[in-house]
């Protein structure tokens, strides 16, 4: 078994320098990180970064296919993907949130408008 954390990173450009950060974007992600979580607890660990217009767009693609999900899914979905290509075996996600809670956030926008 391999743990797999996905990290939402939401990239911009200063000139030649790109920076990365958590994002505010895939809201719930950082913010309630369970106190028991601890890295060294899990050796291992592979962190897969994916970048927030990765995830809101698998986002929409899950909603489409019929599955009310929210942007913490995407991210997972996103991240899954990739620890797929690196790790042999089956691999196990799990899509933590519902869409309804974010109607009126960005992954919408494209049915207000």
């Known amino acids: 078994v391999v743990p ?3 990290r939402p990173i ?6 030649d320098v790109e920076c ?3 994002s505010a974007r895939i809201p719930g992600v950082v913010d ?9 607890r899990l050796p291992g660990l592979l962190t897969i970064e994916v970048e927030d217009d990765e995830a809101i767009a698998a986002t929409r693609k899950i909603i489409a296919k019929g599955f009310p999900v ?4 995407g991210l997972n979905f996103c991240a899954a993907i990739e620890a797929a290509k690196r790790i042999e075996g ?4 799990i899509f933590p949130d519902r869409m309804e809670r974010y109607f ?4 919408f926008s494209t049915y207000r408008s």
Do not use: H, M, W, Y
């Open 4 to 6: 797999v954390v996905a």
């Open 10 to 15: 939401n990239r911009t450009s200063f000139g």
């Open 20 to 22: 990365c950060s958590f």
């Open 32 to 40: 309630r990180l369970s106190k028991i979580f601890r890295e060294d």
């Open 70 to 73: 929210g942007p913490s899914s």
């Open 90 to 93: 089956p691999i196990v996600t």
């Open 104 to 107: 009126t956030t960005e992954l």
